[in-house]
Each structure stands twice: as C-alpha cells, then as structure tokens.
C-alpha cells in the first residue's frame, strides 16, 4: 500500500527563515519529510519550494493543515502556497481535433492506469474520435467551432466543464483557439502541446516552416495556454535531429513520436505537482 | 598510406539518367566507386549527388577531371558541380573577439592533427588573444572595428585573406557584422557560430533571451554566413535541456559545450566535402 | 496517389562495377530511380546496397524482375538481393505478455493506419489482453507456456504463423524466450525489445541492475531475435539521462516511453525494407 | 564580487527531524541559506543532503563550523559529513597518456579561468606532451611504469602528490592501471574517463568492440576510480548515435567529443561540491 502523503507548492520573496520555518512547521506536528526541494530565482530573488510528507503521524487534520499553514506560516512570509494530496485523483477534460497520435497515447496511459486519473469527457470539433470515446465508455462531446458560433460553443464548453469538476484540461492537437474568457477560468490548468520547439515555429504550420528554414533538429513543446498565443510557460520540451534526407511527411511522422512522449511527460509533471507556474516560466521540481 | 581519392559534388534538375551517366564516367575510365550518396529533393524535384572514388587506376589526370566530366557529363545535365580532392590541405582563417571556447577547440585540433588544415592567420577586433597566436606561431592581425572604419578594416581583413589564398573562414565567436561585400567574396566559405538553436533567438544575446523566455532546452547553430544576420544554411545544430535551476551563468558554461562541438561538426563537414548549399539550405552528406 | 515503386536490397563481396551495373539495369529498362544508397564495410569489404525505383514506366513486368536482375546482374557478382514492392501489405503477428505500452502504442499506430500493415493475429500467454484484441477485431491465442509443453505450445504458434502468412514477428514485451527451431524458420523476421542499451544489461531485470549499478543512461534496444539471447543484430536503440532521484519505479515509467518508442522505429526501419542484417550486425539506409 | 558560502554535504540513515535541525543550525547562526537538496534513497532509506549558505553573517567562525557542526548536530543523527568553502581554489593532478583531447580540453578551460583550480604538475608516461606542459609553465614529470618497475613508479607519483597537497586527480585518458595502494590513497578523489557507455564494453578497446557489436550509439563514462577496474561509481555518461556509415575511426572521432565534454562534466560537478559518492553510486546534486 502506497503511504499517504500532503504537498506543499509554496512561493515568495526570498528572505531569511523560509525553510526552517517549513520544515518546523511539519516536523512539530510529527509529519515525516520524504522529500524536499527549493529554488530562489537569481534576478527576482523569488523563493519557490515543494515539499511533500507522511500523513501517517501527522497531528493536523487533513481538511486543516491548508488553514493552519496558512495562518501559521505563510501569512508572516507573504507566502502564496497550495495543498495536494498523493491520493487526489484529477478529473481530465480531453479536446482532440482530427489527430490522434497524442490521444491515442494519453488513453493508453489512462487504460494502463499508468496514470490516476478520470477523464468524465472527451470534447471535439469533430465526430471522428465518438466511436473511441465509445470504447472506453467516455462521454463524447461533438462541439463544432465557427467564426459565429464560437462564444456559444466555448460556453458550452465551460458549462461542461464545471458540471464535471474538472482539474485539468488537456489539448491533444485541438484544433481551435481558445479565448481568454475560456482560458481565464482555467488559469495553469489548460496544457495544449505545439509542433515545435517554441519560441520557434509559433503559430501555424510548423513543420512546414521547420522544412522550409532547413533545421537540423525538429521538437515540440508543452505549455500551460495562456492569452498570448504559444507563448504560455513552457512546460517540457524536447527535439529529434533530422536531415534534408526526410521529407515534410518524414518530420510530421518522427514529430508525432516527440509531441505525445512531450504532452504526456507535461500531464505526468502536472499530476504529480511539480510544477509552479511565474511570471510566464515554471519551476519543475524533480 | 591513405589512397588519393577525387570527390565530386553535383547538383541539377532532376531527371532520368544521371546516375548510371555519372557512375559510367567513372566506371568506363577505371574509378573505383568508394561511396556514393544522392538525394533528391521532393518540392523542387532537385538532384544532389555526392561520390568518392579512387584515383588509382584512374585514366584521367587529376588535373583534367572537371574539364572532362563538364563536357562529358555536366553540360548534358545541366550541372552545377565540384571536383576536389582528399589529399587537398585547405587554409583557413579564425576569426575572434573575446572568447576562447571555439577558438582553443579549434586550435586544439590543429595542434594534434585531427584536422589536416593549414591556418595561415588569426584576425580578432582585440588584443586579447595575440599570446595565443603566437604561441602557436600563427600571424596574428589585430583589426579593432568602429562604425567609422568598418569598410576599411574590412578592406584589410579581405586583402589578408586573398594573400594566404584562404579557402574557409571560421568566425569562432567573432562578435562583428560582416558586410555584404566582404560576404559576397566567400559564398558559403564563411561559418558561424551562433549561441541558440536558430531559428529560435537569432541576433544578440540569445542565453538572455532564453533564459528570460524559460526554455526548457539550449543549443547553438553553426551556419554558412550570408548577408541576413543569423538566417544563413544551416549545418549544424544541437540543443542540451536545461532547468529552472541553471541560472544564466549555468546556461552561458554549458551552451559553451555546445557551441564547440557544433563549430567543430561543420567545419568537419566542409572540409571532408560533405555538403552542398541550395536555396538557403543544406544538403548533408554522411 | 502514391506511385508504386520496387526496392532492392543487396549484398556481395565488394568488386568493380557494382554500381554501373545495377543502375544501367534500371535505366536501361526505363525505370526512373528514386533513391539509392550503397555502403562499403572496411574491414570486410563487403557491399551494400538499397536502390528503389518508379515502376511507372519500368518495361520488366513486377513479377519477372527478381528472375531478370538474378541472371542478367546478380549471379555476375555474386549477390544476395531481395526485390519487394512499396504498395505491399505485410501482415504482423504480434506476441505480448503482461505489459501493454508497445502492445497499446503498435495498436494506436495499426488503427490511425500509420503503418499499412494487416495484424491477422494476437498470441499471447496471458488472457489478459483478450478484450483489447476483441476490441480491434483481431484473433486471439492464448497460449500458456510451462516447461513441459514448451515444444508443442510453440508448435501450434508456428502452425499459427504459417496459416496466416505471417511476414514479421513482433514480441512487444512478450517474456518467454523462443527456441532456436522456432527462430530457425523467421530468420531476421522476428524483432524484439529488450529494456535497456545492449550489451548493457542483457537477461532478465535489466532496470533492477541498471538501478543497482547506478548509471546516469537507461536505454531500450530493438534487435532481430537470434538463438543467442539478446545478442541479435541491433536495429535501433536509445537511452534517456536519469538521475539518483529516480528510484526503480521512475525508471520503468521513463523506460517504456523509450521502449515504445524504439521498438516502432525498429517495425518502421523493417517495413520500409530498410534494413540488412549482415554478419550479426545491421545495415540501417536512411 | 562573488559572495563566500559553505557548502555542507551530508549523509546517514534517514531518521525524523534531520531536515529541521541542520537547517535551524544554519538559520540559527544567522546563515542564509542559498540552495538546499536532499534525497532519500527509496531502498536503503539512506538520507543524503547539500546546503549551501551565505558566510556573510554567520556567527560560527568558518574554520569552527565543522566541529560546531559535528558535535551540536551530526553526532546526534549518526552523519557523516563534509565541509567545503566556495573560495577555495583545489588542486589537480593531471595524468595522460598519448592522447591529447581531453588533456588539451582541460588545459583549455584552465587557461580560460572557466575552473577556478591551480594544476600543480602533470604525470604522464610518455615524454609526448613535454612541451605542451612547458607552454603552460606547469611542471611536467615523465614517469615511464613498466610491469618491474609499477610500484616504484607509483611511489614516485604518490610522493609528487603528497608534496603537491593534491585535492583531485584527473585521469584524462591515462593509458595505466593504478594499483588499490595508490587508489586507497585518494578515495573519491581520482577521476577516470572509460571511453564506453558503462557497463558496456568495460576494459581495454571499446571502441573496437562496440564496432564489432554493431551499436547505435557510442559514449563515454566519468568515475570514481576504485580497485575494481572501470566499475567504480558513475558520475556521468553520455552517448551519441553512430550508424553503420561510421567506420572504426569514425567512431573514436566521435567518440572524442563525448569524452571530454564528460569528463569535463565531471572535474566541474567535483570543483562544485554536488557529489556524494556512497555504496559505489553517486548522489549528485544539481
């Protein structure tokens, strides 16, 4: 049996007595520290810091270790900090367009229970993927996007997503942008995954352009979606070398190889709380 | 002893013929093929080509290989090609201003003959590394650039480089502009380094650029230099993933590895004739 | 539509004329090459080939040519060839245990019709995976493998393999050893992956000792399956840095991102008939 | 001006409370503390840990910290621990062989004051890089070890070190097996680069050996040296691909640049204080 733990994501000003008051703050009250990591930024000498521990002996109660912390600690520090629990199961929003290299994987993954998750609903702009949502008994939502219909549709959407609680929404190749209404209620909480290494290739056609430029290294790159567009926190990243020996249909394939090992090390990093999202950067923990 | 072989670089339109009619001119006059690569590009239906083969039992004089294949072979096709020879010891000329990474690499490799080259001279804008120079007996010519005498200094740079029948220039972080004129004067004879993985923070400092951007790789171009800044063929690039936690310096140590490496890479790849430049791209042999 | 092309492998002892031969074969019966690529290996001497040709104008009817290129060409230099056609299907029977990342990620690849390849058959020694094959209409052979019914349980999966016409083996994780009299009657037609970067970590539990002995690389490898366990000829193989923080279950995740992966460039490079597997070791054409 | 910190490395069984009391011990003396890990190995449940802070204020004379420390903190916890200073300036002994890229690469970031570190001699077998040792005005002792005349030679050498205060040995491809008598000498404080991805093709000709096995990949492994030859704990690896178009001397071509840059790595994670070396693993911090 896995042991139950609490996460702590904090961030602050940098200033002397951060650690040792979180870190006393837990062993005071009999929680065992399995592991902790912290970062101060050089420039903005922000402090940022995750730290997770046994609930086993743990004195507070689960529902009030987010208050007393709160009042405890992070008030005299000016801190903004969030509670996780090793045992919370995130509710998944999957929107997929026409490709399915990204979806196909995440429900490998979920199918697989490699990762713990639900996803209460599958929505896109096409019928195409109904009948896999039919296969693994998921709700399937066919929302088609127009230059007219978009407010709706996105409301729609939003309606949907609030019905079904859910943490966090992933963009496997959804061919639509969202609007800052749609991304405002979802802020670090929307990961879409673009066909480049950002801030390369932004906007449309990427592998087009990569071909086209005659880069010897094609990537792609997750974020959390933000306004500006694939300019949000990049998340993960990665290329693959390539020659002029492969053709744009060459890239695309070996892309699609990188963009859902990509897409889904960013779910996994998200899932299990190791990212803090600032100033349009992340810090992930280890 | 190694063998004496010839290297031919070809390319035209594609179309039927070419191979058999280039390996039958070899063959028919007692070449021996040693390797042999071809590509055809498949928007502009273009034909690369790239053979070595040995000189030994070869029925033409080395001196009149490119007259006869011209009029043999070339002219029915339409080719652009290039006969050298492995035996040939180009000259190259370093360029460099304040940082010693690609120069020392580059240098190393001289000294211990992994390179056959000459370097006849080393140009820099500064004093700095006149010691060097002259430890390992290379003349050094200090050129300082300012707005006022770009032209002219260039002027010197160019007649320096015409006097010791340069055939390749290394800009080993050489922190000045070429102009036009001078690059006109060296098509695809000109490589340099640039500090991120192009097209992504091309111009000046790009680890700034990255870092501030929170890019989750970093890497470094080498490119033959034509008169758009940063935006010439590309030869040579690699990335290595960086955190949040290396600050700029980290960034700046590390991206140094890389930048030398990738340096060294092309000009390899030039002086063992492995690759072609068409339409701002690169054709890579291996 | 894609045109229809003939691909031919060869090996010989190297000789002057190969080439002009091979390529005046092609051109003299009008057939318009589209890609070639040769290899001489040093210390053996020994040439390769893959050469692939449009078929559109090509005066050897599809199924003479192996009869013609084997007496006007082949028997004059002593060739192996293979001639095989770009618009053949060739049908897969895949092998799989208890873990279902590569099953699950060839599965999605088959589906999204990535690969044009027939799966007509599932063997594996578990019922575990019994509803996924429902679930894409492919047959399903559970069979159990002990010590004692070793020879007749692979008896019916080679009875299996040869009423299905079966052109490649894949094992995706499946975790028996296979006897030399069945690997006798698919040589170079049966792939493996094997979790780490061979000769790294051969036999069982690989990521036990690559955790054990601390290394900073896990990798998988994808290699034709030989009587000698895990010392086939190597196809493809790639590691990924880890660090201490990744404890044995990190790796494993990490790793099968890594074996999915390998393992369906090692089923592409064979599909696309791009590999020659010489001496126990493999020829990879770009 | 670069602020003066300590470094403390730490490790013992892991136990509640030990994150706490070293960072009050730090706090409590008015340190800062500017970075902290820690990492408890899952199997062992062995703590290790890194903390660095700022002297500025802190009240503990630097050269009172380690018994300070020892007696109010490690002895209660049972610690092994070590105590480093951001200003101290280490000394390397380099030894080589007849191979000069690594030795050429670390006089290079030497010479560039990239590492802050004195190189008081350098020992080789050979009289090859005489002059190379005189152009940097380091002395240079040729030290030629025979199978009659080993232990001598190595008395000789461990004399020079001794005399030297050497901090680090830095084997850059050292062609001589040292003896447990020397090795026992400097635990944890000699380096060796092994020109293969470890636990492949330990020993002598890797190179020739991952040709032979037909490899995808070749790499180069940095260690601690120990008795057990080429097994001694990992401080980095790296691999790059090669295909069967690399020949032998390809290979170690390619192989060069992966060797240095990891030894490098290596000296420079050394120089910083971020090893731990424990149970022939290493804990290295980031």
Same sequence: chains 1, 2, 3, 4.
């Avoid at 009042?71 to 520090?77: C, G, H, Q």
């Avoid at 996780?84 to 929003?93: V, Y």
């Avoid at 079904?164 to 800052?180: C, E």
């Avoid at 990569?210 to 998340?235: F, M, N």
Wanted: aromatic share 12%; with cysteine; hydrophobic share 40%.
């Amino acid at each position: 049996m896995i042991q139950k733990t609490a996460i702590l994501l904090i961030h602050c000003p940098d200033q002397a007595g951060i650690l040792a008051a979180v870190t006393d703050f837990i062993s005071n009250n009999q929680g065992n520290i399995i592991t902790l990591e912290q970062h101060v930024e050089e420039f903005e000498k922000h402090f940022f810091m995750r730290v997770e521990w046994s609930l086993e002996n743990f004195s507070i109660p689960r529902e009030k270790i987010s208050e007393f912390f709160g009042t405890l600690v992070a008030s005299k520090f000016g801190m903004l900090y969030n509670i996780c629990f090793n045992d919370f199961r995130p509710k998944i929003a999957l929107f997929v367009s026409k490709y399915s290299h990204c979806f196909f994987d995440i429900l490998s993954r979920y199918e697989s229970k490699e990762w713990k998750i639900e996803i209460p609903l599958i929505i896109s702009n096409h019928e195409k993927f109904k009948y896999i949502a039919e296969r693994y008994k998921i709700p399937f939502h066919c929302i088609p996007i127009t230059k007219e219909n978009k407010a709706e549709a996105e409301a729609n959407e939003i309606k949907l997503l609030q019905e079904n609680n859910i943490d966090l929404v992933v963009l496997a190749r959804y061919m639509q942008v969202l609007t800052g209404n749609f991304i405002d209620k979802y802020p670090n909480k929307i990961i879409n995954i673009h066909h480049s290494s950002l801030p390369a290739f932004a906007g449309a056609k990427p592998y087009e352009s990569a071909y086209k430029r005659g880069v010897k290294l094609v990537g792609a790159t997750a974020h959390y979606v933000t306004e500006d567009l694939d300019a949000g926190p990049i998340i993960a990243q990665e290329v693959r070398p390539v020659s002029h020996k492969e053709g744009l249909k060459d890239l695309k394939r070996k892309g699609k190889n990188t963009e859902k090992f990509v897409l889904a090390q960013a779910i996994w990093l998200h899932l299990n709380h190791k990212i803090i999202s600032y100033k349009n950067k992340t810090i992930i923990f280890s």
